[in-house]
């Protein structure tokens, strides 16, 4: 059975088309009706991990996988009727992509990153999005670690020279790191484990926030970035794609840095502007370079770099002396990759089967512990509306012909997010609670689980 209509969504001519489950699917051997769990669908892209699709495949979702991502249109095409879509960092979801997602309940990005969602259109639409901010910071931390050392030694050129047959011994302006000075720009968890990293094998760090963070082992943080760069021998970038971190390093402050130091990238692509760098390296100001992200990256591997207009620094950055370029493989380990899929997927599930959107970075973090499964005639209500005056007394009014076992309700920004657990209520009377909340002003999706 399902139950449907035609609602219109008061903010987004791209309704997101409520559903209702039947069960509450806290334990496998529960099912989503009218959905049965073989009735969501999941769509993943870009190579998502193996643990991910297990855990959905557990479930009895349908899971519809690709090892790259897709062009706009058959991206639209595809996620016009799946409930849930997983993604990386290649994948734009777009206002124009989102519109045609008419049951869409939630994203999940497999990422640290979610600016490659239109996170604003999908709050509005009643699309919670999860991202895995922790997952994979160890693994950015030690490729990092790693460049400092290469980039120390001259490793890359080194390698390049042997195995085009020319063998070079030499120490000139090849270091030790112990001793040196590592800038962290940006502190959080990639930058403050980089930190207990560097300093375990001797360096001095210090680092630059735009909020106050407590130190980790003897790190010091900086009161500007100014300062960050003229003591630093080694800057290394962690921060996130903003308006205010676009060509955060640019010509100014490479000249500010010492002269002979090193600079690292492997947050995004915006944040170091290239033409500067190459220049600054040119002239000798910088020694040499590590970039794992760039202004425009392929969307699948095996792309020529120099065929592409898009990546005009291509030709330049590699004829340079000292430079480490990698293809955006930061988080890019097996065990990163493999407790991503297990955080998201893990995120999604309980959002779909319970409503949990803890974790959620576009959207009120509500939740409430699981439903008694022992109780009859109890229903869970997922209510999302805007967030205006008077949503929840009609809300609420509707809810009190039934006895409010428990209710939780927050809002970010425009939109806000109810739960609410009912009992006493008959399965002839879900059909009329539903159509009454969908008529109710200010709607953006409802869900029932029960």
Known sequence: MSISGSPTNAVSTSPTQSFLAQHYAQKPTKVLKPFSTGDIKILLLENVNQTAINIFQNQGYQVEFYKSSLPEDELIEKIKDVHAIGIRSKTKLTEKVLSHAKNLVTIGCFCIGTNQVDLDYAAKAGVCVFNSPFSNSRSVAELVIAEIIT??????????????GTWNKVSAKCWEIRGKTLGIIGYGHIGSQLSVLAESMGMNVIYYDIVMIMALGNSKQVETLDELLTRADFVSCHVPETSETKKLLSAPQFAA?????????????????IPALVQAMK????????????????AKNGADLFTDSLNDWASELTSLRNVILTPHIGGSTEEAQSAIGIEVATALTKYINEGSSNGAVNFPEVSLRALDLDQQNTVRVLYIHQNVPGVLKTVNNILSNHNIEKQFSDSQGDVAYLMADISDVDHADIKSLYEQLEQTPYRIATRLLY
Do not use: F
């Open 151 to 164: 980039l120390a030694r001259q490793l890359g050129d080194r390698s390049i020279e042997m195995h085009t």
């Open 257 to 273: 840095m010492k002269d002979g130091a090193y600079v690292i990238n492997a947050s995004r692509g915006t944040v170091v502007d």
């Open 283 to 298: 002239a000798g100001k910088i020694a040499g370079a590590a970039l794992d992200v760039y202004p425009n990256e392929p």
